[in-house]
């Protein structure tokens, strides 16, 4: 049987823009630390959950309103409306020099590990805001995965069971807020690996429990939980 290696990723973990691209948000700025410039508090809980598992880290702190490194080539989303105006030779090298190197890196390592005959599970950190269009959100923890693909449902329904135990009085939904079958960084890698090889979870955390107890406690619960189902030893990507 193979051996489950953890993968962690955080494509939104930070909000920098080069200074060569500073001017495009002059009178913005505060756009950026909005959660449209990035998902707060993700690099913490990917830094917690790696350093727990022992497990690859992939953190990308391009703001996502310089490139989306979560959307395809082909997505509308790809540049905001701060880039959209960019030549398509600026755009261009926002995809040479950050977009595909980052997106490679995680790729690449993941092949080597299917390689060396193991399977992976890449969890994918993000948040999302409690407030969407005026209307509150009801979830605390999401766990996002393509539903047509067996063992990532199967996957998530032992995560969610396992959280929940630990977690008693959150809401954790499978595929909500989002639908993990959407465009997005896991999407694109199914298309790459086999189900039997790679299994592509995105976790989605509430921003109202940014720096609080309860954000330390589902930190906490995620990292336990997949030394549960999985096994500590069989985590360490080495």
Known sequence: MNKSIIIISAEHAGNHVPAKFGGLFKGHEEVLQSHRGWDPGSMEVA??????????????????LIIEMNRS???GQLFSEFTKGLSNEEKQALIS????PYRDQVEN??????KNGNTVVHLSIHSFTPVFEG????????????ASVIDELQFCYVYKTTLQSQL?????????????AADGFTTYLRTKFSSNDYLGIEIEINQKFLNTSEQKN???ALTNSIQKIIGKKATSAI
Do not use: W
């Open 218 to 220: 589902i930190t906490e």
């Open 47 to 64: 830094k917690f959950m790696s350093d727990n598992l022992g497990s690859k880290i992939f953190i990308q702190k391009l703001s996502r």
């Open 109 to 114: 390592d993941i092949a080597d590990q299917i």
């Open 73 to 75: 080539l082909h997505n």
């Open 168 to 180: 008693e009085q959150m809401t954790i939904n499978i595929n909500d807020p989002y639908d993990g």
């Open 135 to 146: 209307i509150k959100r009801k979830v605390d923890v999401g766990l996002l995965c393509d």
């Open 97 to 100: 020099e950050y977009y595909t």
